[in-house]
């Protein structure tokens, strides 16, 4: 039996060194959403520290039928209040948009679905980020490995909920709350610049072999937690995965917790 691959896709290290593919992501969307339009990891700074924004709006979107536990979504606004600095709040608000009529998504579909819906954007105080829970399933699927999340701008990232839902809640399988908020936080943690994403490293942790992953296998931030086998290990505690004490540096020299 070929053993089947659980992949969170980091997109945007697949776009980098392919300049042109990343422009023409990064220029859709009206002029005044420029600053919520970059690569991944480039507004690490602004999401950890208060030097700009002292407060952080999460807009979470799900396709109608396909929204994240309510454990998951406490669990990700504990997460981000853990590790930024925020004075006046860290806010999640949900909503849901209608069914999508499609079975497969491209980055491309996943960022028209966000220009079409997404309404909380960057303001001199505060800063947003966007998170799509979508039905179906991603085009970088294969047999043998599976796409569960993508974080694809500087503050946008999509969560394949449908795919979680097939590999979670059943015998020898995580529970589902559970293998939501690894995604969930791993993706995050792109988008706070793990690992060398625009964070910058305090010591050599990045591992040669995975680019932009962390070395330490016990990491939320390592990169076998995107395989069968690595999940398994992640999830044998029945805890979420944590980031280790040199991702957590990393963090702090940027201006996190």
């Not at 997460?79 to 948009?97: A, C, D, H, M, Q």
């Not at 990045?206 to 931030?221: I, V």
């Not at 690595?230 to 702090?252: E, H, M, R, W, Y």
Request: charge should be negative.
């Amino acid at each position: 039996m070929r053993k089947k691959f659980f992949i969170v896709l980091l997109f945007s290290v697949l776009l980098w060194g392919c300049s042109t593919e990343n422009e023409s992501i990064i220029n859709d969307g009206a002029e005044g959403v420029k600053e919520n339009r970059k690569p991944t990891g480039a507004s690490a700074n602004d999401l950890l520290s208060d030097n700009v924004y002292k407060k952080m709006i999460v807009e979470l979107a799900y396709v109608e039928g396909f929204e994240p536990t309510e454990e998951a979504k406490n669990n990700f606004k504990n997460f981000i209040k853990e590790r930024t600095f925020k004075p006046n709040g860290v806010e999640l608000y949900t909503k849901s948009i209608p069914t999508i009529g499609k079975e497969v998504y491209t980055i491309n579909d996943i960022v028209t679905i966000e220009n079409e819906h997404r309404t909380y954007y960057n303001t001199q105080n505060t800063i947003t980020v966007w998170a799509l829970f979508i039905n179906g399933k991603s085009s970088k699927d294969s047999d043998s490995s599976f796409v569960l999340g993508t974080a694809y701008y500087n503050t946008s990232f999509v969560i394949f909920e449908e795919t979680i839902r097939e590999l979670s809640n059943g015998t020898f399988e995580p529970e589902r709350s559970l293998l939501e908020s690894s995604v969930i936080h791993h993706e995050f943690g792109h988008i706070l610049g793990l690992t060398n994403l625009g964070t910058p490293l305090q010591t050599d942790h990045e591992d040669a072999d995975h680019p932009k992953h962390c070395n330490e296998e016990s990491c939320l931030m390592y990169w076998a937690a995107e395989t069968s086998h690595g999940i398994g290990n992640v999830f044998s505690s029945n805890k979420i995965p944590t980031l280790d004490s040199q991702c957590i540096a990393d963090l702090q020299a940027n201006g996190g917790k």
